[in-house]
């Protein structure tokens, strides 16, 4: 064993994990002496001006010595260098910038060094066949994060944030994203973490050695309003967990309305292209058009759906119940009427069996959002466009906004973000638009924002500036936690020793959202979101 820790503490990531306590010595040297060195394209697929080639194992320093012409020195650590890169028969494959990273200062832990090479796919090509030619094995997906995340060097919060960076569209995303690589959600857990050790080992303490009752009851008595507070603290964390998946997946906003509304005119004038067929023609949409946007910094996902009438059509039909699926699944629930003709009526001639049927009937989820909004206003004159405002044209959708701005102020505790919410609805009056001319789209658009933005930032006390749940691992382990502190809080005063059990399980529960406690089966995975070279 002595001899297998001495060749261990012989390479420099192995001695770094052991220190950290990542991996246990006899672990530490089976890993190091059956690790390839590995090497892959980090930068995209294709041409480009420069292309980066990485490379992470113990074998990294003789690669670059059979690469570099004879009797070239390498260059010091973190230090660009230009050299000749040759191939096995001596000729020359390209002029590269060449970096090293010695380890445990590096990414992985390991030795590392980065090629930049010009970007042909001829010179990649070459570069990466003369590294295989050199006994260097290609990297798998997201190889070189696992090796991170194996030395210590991140944590499983840390390299989720990591792929959540290489996805990021929007400006919330990338936010969210960088929190996470920084260990913002990592220190948070382990803070939580520790504390919740410290309170297990005062009251071990005194199991062991307490046999004092007064002694007992003061420090079982001292423990619970800290766990309290705790499970205070995971309760709140957990209740932004909403805000952190809009972030990730977008805030759907459902456009809805009788045929003829103008509600693809208004998608393809949100998304800035036609990507929806409008025409006279009533009932022209059926299936349902989705297009992603950044509203405000958020992701949006838009989507138009086919008028709502009854309809004698199977085809129609089934797109009108797939615009009420498609209404309850949304966040917020954009209804849209011609102006002329009012919510629950058409332009268009409409037969005895097409009665449109009115949006504001439809079921919607709980907490959905709702704006109302009238198209078509370049058609009206100036005080009749005032009329089409009133809530005399528009009843029903003057109904539902009254309602829903009841029950939000029902249901909104004195919580920051759910007065937020309600404050929306209670401005809500029709906004008057026409695709047409453009008239109103602003604040059509800033409503919406409004609305985006509030969802996103909904339940959380620090809200974007912290690191939100972003995953459903998160939560399941968060409410994990929360349920043993619950039963620890209800069995503190009668069975001590069982409540103690229970507070392990919290700490464990906390540990496995970083990975600190056996996480061997989410780590695949994780690891299988990269992709090659990360
Ligand atoms: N004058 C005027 N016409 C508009 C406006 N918006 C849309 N239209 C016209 O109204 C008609 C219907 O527009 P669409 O966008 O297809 O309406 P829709 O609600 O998607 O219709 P369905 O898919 O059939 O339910 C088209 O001829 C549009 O050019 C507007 O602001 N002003
Ligand atoms: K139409
Ligand atoms: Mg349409």
Known sequence: MARLARAAASVPWCRWAVRRGALPWAQAFSSAATRHTIFALSSAQGRAAIAIVRLSGPGVDSALQRLLPAGAVLPPPRTAALASLLGLGGGLLDRALVLRFPGPRSFTGEDCAEL??????????????ALQALGLRPAEAGEFSRRAFDA?????????????????????QRRQALLHTTGAARRQHEEWRHSLLTCLARLEAMIDFGEDEGIADDVAAGVLPQVQALRGQLERHLASAVGGELVRSGVRIAIVGPPNAGK????????????????????????????????????????????LRQTDCPIEAEGVRRTVAAAQQAHVVVHVADAAAGFGASAGQAQADEQPADSAALPLAPHALQLWVLNKTDLLQPCAAQAAASQQLWPAAA??????????????PASGSGGQLSAAHESQQPLLISCRTGQGIEQLLGALQQHVAGLVAQGGDGGMERALPTRARHMHHLSEAVAALQRYEAAASSQLEVACEELRGAARALGRVTGAVDTE??????????????
């Open 264 to 307: 693809s005119s208004l998608l393809n004038l949100l998304a800035g292209h036609d990507a929806a067929i409008v025409s006279p023609v009533a009932g022209t949409t059926r299936d349902l058009v989705q297009v992603q946007l950044e509203l405000g910094g958020n992701k949006v996902i838009l989507i138009d759906s086919a008028g």
């Open 521 to 534: 089966e989410v780590l695949g995975r994780i690891f299988e979101e990269f992709c090659i070279g990360k």
């Open 152 to 172: 210590g060097k991140l944590d499983l919060t840390q390299v989720e944030g990591l792929a959540d960076l290489l996805a990021a569209e929007t400006e919330s």
């Open 116 to 129: 930049h090479v010009h970007g042909g796919p001829a010179v990649v090509r070459a570069v990466l066949d």
């Open 399 to 412: 109904q539902a906004a009254a309602q829903q701005a009841a029950c939000d102020a029902a249901a909104a």
